[in-house]
């Protein structure tokens, strides 16, 4: 039998498919960071909870954990986007060395201002923009889903078995997850101190307008 040849377009989309990728597409584009344009309204307000399923009480904490800290890594992700946005539109880095260059006497403590800042700002970029243990979009849904289906149907004993397992799988992303809150949230309020302080530095200042850069070549 002879074979056709396959057109080049199909045979990239193939060896595209081919390819390990590092990570799951989210279905949902993330926060905004730095870079992008920031959110015209705050996040729409959550769904109101599913119902508990049917089982003891500590797979009904581990089923609501599972949803509770996926809302809660949501909201420290919008804010530390806000809070990079905000640095970034307000140019108080720049507004920093201006101050700095037109009062001496106090260029020590502008400069501090702005270095703490800046550490911040790495830090949190990096919790924010790094690889997470958990998916970043869903975190722990689709444990949940599991968790709830074998908890509806947890009566027989291979039922009981699957119980088991998913609820160890739920377990192992809730506490993966809770210690990926904890570490974005403690960037994002390092961060927002460090802004705090510096926009405090500022404001016993006259205010002073930031030099524009120069253009290229001059």
């Known amino acids: 039998m002879r074979l056709l ?32 344009a920031p959110p015209k309204a705050t996040p729409k307000p959550l769904p109101a909870p599913l119902p508990l399923p049917p089982g003891s009480k500590e797979d009904q904490e581990l089923w ?9 890594l949501t909201g420290a992700r919008w804010e530390g986007a806000r809070l990079h946005w905000k640095i970034k539109t307000g ?23 702005r270095t ?13 923009a790094g690889r997470w243990p ?15 289906s074998a908890m509806q149907v947890s009566s027989s004993r291979d039922n ?12 192992r992303c809730l506490a993966l997850a809770r210690s990926t809150l904890r570490r974005v949230k403690g960037s994002t309020d390092a961060l ?4 705090e302080a510096a926009e405090k530095a500022l404001s016993t200042l006259p205010p002073v307008k930031p030099v524009p850069p120069a253009p290229p070549g001059k």
């Not at 201006?98 to 106090?106: G, L, Y």
């Not at 703490?116 to 924010?128: F, H, I, K, P, T």
């Not at 958990?134 to 709830?148: A, F, I, N, S």
């Open 5 to 36: 040849p396959i057109p080049r377009l199909a045979l990239a989309a193939l060896l595209a498919l081919a390819l390990p990728v590092a990570a799951e597409e989210p279905a949902v584009p993330p926060p905004p960071l730095p870079e992008e």
């Open 64 to 72: 609501s954990g599972c949803a509770s800290v996926g809302n809660q």
């Open 91 to 113: 140019e108080v880095h720049a507004r920093l060395q201006a101050a700095a260059k037109a009062d001496p006497s106090a260029a020590k403590r502008l400069d501090q201002a």
């Open 116 to 128: 703490e800042l800046l550490e911040a700002q790495v830090s949190s970029y990096g919790d924010l």
């Open 134 to 148: 958990v998916d970043k979009t869903r975190t722990c849904q689709y444990p949940q889903l599991d968790l709830g």
């Open 160 to 171: 009981r078995a699957q119980l088991a397992q998913v609820r160890e799988a739920a377990a």
């Open 192 to 195: 927002a101190r460090a802004l």
